[in-house]
């Protein structure tokens, strides 16, 4: 300030310069002076100027001040002080602070000022990423003030400045560091500037989260306490609701981060609830909204019934529900913990189920819904609270059939408690109380333990209800229809056409799809008159919304009429109307309901949002209910008797086809279960067969190994046999006996005719071997369908003949490696033999010699005879194994004779399948001219039908295709 006294003080003593004045020679210091002290002194002093004189700072030294920025950026002090400036210049904030006692409008132009100088300021883009380029100094003196001006940027142009950090390189990078910075203000400030930074901009939102910032605001949120922090704590609150509001992405990326589970300290409140500070209740509340986003019912199903399942296996709703039982709670913490609970369990059976099993720390304990109707039906509890308690115990019954009937089940004959109050008993009193309020929450509750549930409808038939003593009971549905009639009799404290409204909508819900109730409800007779001198009458405005509901319910009576009763079938019904309202009138009166003003708003969310306890006329679900039976009940007025003959006739020839398809696709379902079963029967079968296969094959090759040895030794025994002959001459020429040669000759004769024989075998045994290859390939295709002819028994039968073979082949190739072992013997013997021959031969003494050669001979012959024994075995074995070659052939033929029988009647299931498809075909072809008729006569055809007939052609296509696969393969 010394340079600004200066400054002021070189002017004359008598006149004193103008702020305008002042402002242009420190504009011109700042632009001209070469020292960087003189311009760090003059922007200092344009800095004290810009609180007075914002205008002419911002119009004067706007541009000096960004070019300091770019060019003094080795000097943090004037950096810092330019950046204040311009944050003055920009933001409203001060003006605010020192005009607080002036007008709106004062307020309102210094914001047209503040966004003015920020669209001067982003005229050039570069400005915004010279600011991101300061924002990354770790200096205090530059990095804070441009944060708050950045803020300030972001709140007067928002979009533009989001488009300029989304395109900038690591822009919101730069900005996620602020969250790390040590220097809490900074930290804190970075987390305002976050929030206006990802409001309303989707991507900017996934790139925040992505930077790791739901990691970063829970530790924060935990380093401050949780719920018992300061602001910081609503600061970092706002921001994550700001990431995951309305963002799939990011509400996807939380939970799969296993950020839920860290949710839950946040709910642990002590004992003593006395004394919450303000602070508490706002960062809880805000809280619990947050719990709100990840289940609300506006997110996709599958989003939120993930989020839910979490919450509970992670204990958040057990911890919700400790809340919610607790005491001392404040009461608009109370209120959105209900309403938290009451999304959390929201079409989820396993949170409805827990939180059917809460009970309150009452002494007896009772049911937290109990506890909770209790609220609902006291007209003295606050009115937010009664609400929430209401969508609380809508969304316990939101697709929850269990739920249902437990409610129900309270108010039969059999299960009510005398010694206990329960939840039907609460709905009761609070049906019938002096409360129009309470009727409406009751009627609506009662309406949502029906919706969708024809059992309940029936069931409910069943109440009766003790009017006075003396007096017979009368069930729920009359005592309805005479608080009905007697609306206007009956004092009240609040709308009288409150609980009207609510008496109609629960009987609408009531007799809508149930024929049964619809039938109770004519029976009365006073009934269908009083519904008629209600929509003929001309009301009030008040009324007309009765009226349609009226309306509305005399049209159930006639599109859900099973005709059981004589005096209100559903041509009388329609007669009816025509002499004593008029059809356009009707319609008319109809159209009220969808006309009305609070209509629009019950239907676009199901938590009931109500400013006031008269606004509470619609319930969300009954909104849909309109829209479904509007339209119908307007063409059934329309329709003639003759068309609704007509129409009876078509249903009653879709229901006998809708039979007959039935009753096809269950044949078609077997037959696909057969063809299952027999399609695992024959890859079991194949495997088995190609288990044998390899089996025959090693034993084929194992008799080509023998066949080769027989060769082999069949060679050497004719080298022996020729050395033999000459050993006879030489023993002839020597003197032995010729007798005992021939003999020897005889003996090897026999040997080769014993290997003949042996040969003949062989060859034998492998004929025998093909055969039943060929012939257990033949058997294979029969046991592919052996569940239609063959029994397991027989198959078993034919495996254990292959196997006995398959044993006696290996014990014939036993028997000719051992034969083979007595030939090498034999071969033996006769060297040995000739070599003693030899050696007499030149011996004048032969005699010891010869009768040695004698003693070799004899052994010789014991071993032929030996020999001569086994190839009689041998024989025999053979002849056995001829035998069972026989029987196997008289079975393989026997197994052809089932296979020819078994494709004829394949072939005549075939035909007798193309029929089926020929009538099926004919059905179609019949139900789509019945449908072409019903459209003709107006009558709405679902696409379903038509899908199931295309599915049903190409499941018995499929089937057929099937049959002829399986065929192919036999």
């Given at each position: 300030m010394n340079f600004l006294r200066g400054v002021m003080g070189g002017q004359a003593t008598g006149s004193q310069p103008s702020g305008a004045e002042t402002i242009h020679k420190l504009c011109d210091r700042v632009a001209s002076s070469t020292l960087l002290d003189d311009r760090r002194d003059a922007v200092r002093a344009l800095k004290s100027l810009s609180k007075k004189y914002r205008v002419e700072v911002g119009n004067q030294a706007m541009d000096h001040l960004i070019h300091v920025l770019k060019t003094d950026r080795s000097d943090s002090e004037i950096i810092g002080y330019a950046l204040d400036t311009l944050y003055n210049i920009v933001s409203s904030d001060l003006e605010e602070e020192e005009q607080d006692s002036e007008e709106e409008n004062t307020t309102k132009h210094s914001d047209d000022v503040g966004s003015q100088f920020a669209e001067i300021f982003m005229k050039d883009q570069e400005n915004v990423t010279l600011l991101l380029s300061i924002l990354e100094e770790f200096d205090f003196h530059a990095r804070w003030p441009g944060v708050k001006l950045l803020t300030a940027l972001l709140k007067h142009q928002g979009s533009q400045v989001q488009q300029i950090i989304l395109v900038s390189p690591m822009g919101v990078s730069r900005l996620m560091d602020l969250l790390a910075d040590s220097r809490e203000v900074i930290r804190n400030d970075g987390l305002l500037l976050l929030q206006q930074l990802a409001k309303g901009n989707a991507a900017i939102q996934k790139i925040v989260a992505f930077e790791n910032a739901f990691e970063r605001l829970l530790d924060i949120i935990t380093e401050e306490g949780n719920s018992d922090g300061g602001i910081v704590v609503e600061d970092c609150l706002l921001l994550l609701n700001n990431l995951l509001k309305n963002n799939n992405s990011n509400q996807n990326f939380f939970k799969e981060g296993s950020y839920i589970q860290r949710m839950k300290p946040w709910f642990e409140v002590g004992d003593d609830n006395s004394g919450w500070s303000a602070q508490k209740v706002t960062n809880l509340h805000l809280m619990l909204q947050l719990v709100r986003v990840l289940v609300s019912p506006v997110n996709p199903p599958g989003a939120t019934s993930s989020c839910q399942k979490t919450m509970f296996q992670c204990g958040l709703l057990q911890q919700l529900c400790t809340i919610l039982m607790a005491t001392g709670v404040p009461a608009d913490i109370l209120t959105e913990t209900i309403n938290t609970v009451s999304e959390v369990i929201r079409g989820s059976q396993t949170n409805q189920d827990y939180f059917a099993s809460v009970s309150a720390p009452s002494n007896p304990p009772r049911p937290a819904i109990v506890v909770l109707l209790m609220s609902m039906v006291n007209e003295r509890q606050p009115f937010v609270l009664r609400c929430a308690v209401l969508y609380c115990f809508q969304c316990f019954l939101y697709k929850n059939q269990k739920g249902q009937g437990e409610i129900v089940a309270t108010l039969l004959p059999s299960t009510i408690d005398a010694n206990s109050i329960s939840a039907g008993q609460l709905l009761c009193g609070?049906?019938?109380?002096?409360?129009?309020?309470?009727?409406?929450?009751?009627?609506?509750?009662?309406?949502?333990?029906?919706?969708?549930?024809?059992?309940?409808?029936?069931?409910?038939?069943?109440?009766?209800?003790?009017?006075?003593?003396?007096?017979?009971?009368?069930?729920?549905?009359?005592?309805?229809?005479?608080?009905?009639?007697?609306?206007?009799?009956?004092?009240?404290?609040?709308?009288?056409?409150?609980?009207?409204?609510?008496?109609?909508?629960?009987?609408?819900?009531?007799?809508?799809?149930?024929?049964?109730?619809?039938?109770?409800?004519?029976?009365?007779?006073?009934?269908?008159?009083?519904?008629?001198?209600?929509?003929?009458?001309?009301?009030?405005?008040?009324?007309?919304?009765?009226?349609?509901?009226?309306?509305?319910?005399?049209?159930?009576?006639?599109?859900?009429?099973?005709?059981?009763?004589?005096?209100?079938?559903?041509?009388?019904?329609?007669?009816?109307?025509?002499?004593?309202?008029?059809?356009?009138?009707?319609?008319?009166?109809?159209?009220?309901?969808?006309?009305?003003?609070?209509?629009s708003k019950a239907g676009q969310k199901p938590q009931p949002s109500f400013s006031t306890p008269e606004q509470m006329l619609f319930d969300h679900e009954f909104t849909k209910l309109v829209k479904e039976l509007e339209v119908l009940i307007i063409k059934s007025i329309h329709k003639s008797s003759e068309d609704e003959k007509k129409e009876e006739e078509v249903k009653k020839t879709l229901e006998q086809h809708d039979s007959i398809v039935t009753q096809y696709k269950e044949l078609i379902r077997e037959q696909d279960t057969?063809?299952?079963?027999?399609?695992?029967?024959?890859?079991?079968?194949?495997?088995?067969?190609?288990?044998?296969?390899?089996?025959?094959?090693?034993?084929?090759?194992?008799?080509?190994?023998?066949?080769?040895?027989?060769?082999?030794?069949?060679?050497?025994?004719?080298?022996?046999?020729?050395?033999?002959?000459?050993?006879?001459?030489?023993?002839?020429?020597?003197?032995?006996?010729?007798?005992?040669?021939?003999?020897?000759?005889?003996?090897?004769?026999?040997?080769?005719?014993?290997?003949?024989?042996?040969?003949?075998?062989?060859?034998?045994?492998?004929?025998?071997?093909?055969?039943?290859?060929?012939?257990?390939?033949?058997?294979?295709?029969?046991?592919?369908?052996?569940?239609?002819?063959?029994?397991?028994?027989?198959?078993?039968?034919?495996?254990?003949?292959?196997?006995?073979?398959?044993?006696?082949?290996?014990?014939?190739?036993?028997?000719?490696?051992?034969?083979?072992?007595?030939?090498?013997?034999?071969?033996?013997?006769?060297?040995?033999?000739?070599?003693?021959?030899?050696?007499?031969?030149?011996?004048?003494?032969?005699?010891?010699?010869?009768?040695?050669?004698?003693?070799?001979?004899?052994?010789?012959?014991?071993?032929?005879?030996?020999?001569?024994?086994?190839?009689?075995?041998?024989?025999?074995?053979?002849?056995?194994?001829?035998?069972?070659?026989?029987?196997?052939?008289?079975?393989?033929?026997?197994?052809?004779?089932?296979?020819?029988?078994?494709?004829?009647?394949?072939?005549?299931?075939?035909?007798?399948q193309d029929d089926l498809l020929v009538l099926l075909a004919d059905q179609d072809q019949k139900i789509l001219a019945l449908k072409s008729r019903l459209k003709e006569l107006g009558e709405p055809v679902d696409d379903e039908d038509e899908m199931e007939s295309g599915d049903q052609d190409d499941d018995v296509d499929d089937s057929h295709g099937d049959d002829d696969e399986e065929d192919e393969q036999s």
């Open positions: 609070g049906l019938f109380s002096q409360d129009s309020l309470s009727n409406w929450c009751a009627a609506v509750a009662l309406a949502h333990a029906l919706l969708e549930n024809s059992t309940q409808k029936e069931q409910l038939l069943r109440v009766q209800l003790a009017t006075s003593l003396g007096n017979p009971p009368v069930s729920l549905l009359q005592q309805c229809t005479n608080i009905l009639s007697q609306g206007d009799k009956i004092d009240r404290r609040g709308s009288k056409v409150q609980t009207r409204v609510g008496l109609l909508m629960l009987l609408c819900t009531w007799l809508s799809n149930c024929p049964i109730a619809v039938m109770h409800f004519l029976h009365n007779q006073a009934n269908v008159p009083f519904l008629t001198a209600q929509i003929s009458e001309n009301l009030s405005e008040d009324e007309h919304l009765v009226q349609g509901l009226c309306a509305l319910l005399l049209g159930i009576c006639i599109y859900f009429n099973d005709n059981s009763l004589e005096n209100y079938t559903k041509e009388k019904l329609k007669q009816l109307i025509e002499k004593r309202i008029g059809k356009e009138n009707f319609i008319e009166k109809l159209g009220y309901i969808s006309k009305h003003e609070l209509y057969q063809i299952n079963e027999l399609n695992q029967q024959v890859m079991s079968l194949t495997s088995q067969n190609e288990h044998l296969q390899s089996s025959v094959m090693q034993q084929q090759l194992q008799i080509q190994q023998h066949k080769d040895q027989y060769n082999l030794l069949k060679v050497q025994l004719g080298k022996d046999s020729h050395h033999h002959n000459s050993h006879n001459e030489t023993v002839q020429v020597n003197g032995i006996q010729s007798e005992e040669v021939c003999s020897l000759r005889e003996q090897v004769e026999d040997l080769k005719k014993q290997t003949e024989i042996l040969k003949g075998q062989l060859e034998e045994r492998d004929y025998v071997i093909e055969s039943l290859h060929s012939g257990q390939l033949a058997v294979m295709p029969r046991e592919q369908t052996a569940s239609d002819g063959i029994t397991e028994d027989q198959t078993s039968h034919l495996r254990k003949e292959l196997e006995s073979l398959q044993s006696q082949l290996q014990s014939q190739s036993a028997q000719i490696s051992k034969l083979q072992n007595e030939k090498r013997e034999l071969r033996h013997k006769l060297e040995k033999a000739t070599a003693a021959t030899s050696s007499a031969s030149g011996d004048s003494g032969g005699t010891a010699n010869s009768s040695d050669s004698e003693v070799k001979i004899l052994g010789l012959k014991k071993d032929v005879d030996r020999l001569k024994e086994d190839v009689k075995a041998l024989t025999e074995s053979k002849a056995s194994m001829e035998q069972q070659l026989a029987s196997a052939n008289s079975t393989i033929a026997i197994l052809q004779t089932d296979k020819s029988k078994l494709q004829t009647e394949l072939s005549e299931s075939k035909k007798e």
